[in-house]
């Protein structure tokens, strides 16, 4: 059987901790981690992502937006407003209720 043409979603090997493998079922596809850094995999999720120093040390790499178990700091209010250009915070830029931009 041909090896499959696919970016693969990738599980760490029980058996040989320094290597991970591919996890559909059909594919036998396994590499060395050194070798897997800046690679493309994809995540469980279905999204794309590169693999890198930090991705490779999970028992199974993930993409940035799946912090499942990890430590991921929640997006509080502040987080936003520091995030948005203070240009938009300006008065001037906020329409008041009812402004006079009527077409
Ligand atoms: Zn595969
Ligand atoms: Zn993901």
Do not use: Q, V, W
């Amino acid at each position: 059987m041909p090896s499959l043409r696919h970016t693969h979603t990738y599980e760490r090997m029980k058996s040989r901790k320094d290597y991970f493998r591919c996890i559909n079922p059909d594919c036998t596809h396994f590499m060395h981690k050194e070798m897997m850094k800046g690679k493309r995999a994809i995540c469980p999720c279905g999204n794309e992502y590169f693999l890198n120093a930090e991705t490779l040390k999970l028992f199974r790499p993930h993409c940035a937006y799946c912090g499942k178990g990890a430590r991921r700091p929640k997006i509080t209010d502040n987080m936003l407003l520091s995030i948005i250009s203070p240009e938009l915070l300006r008065p001037e830029n906020i329409s008041p209720d009812g402004d006079e931009s009527y077409d």
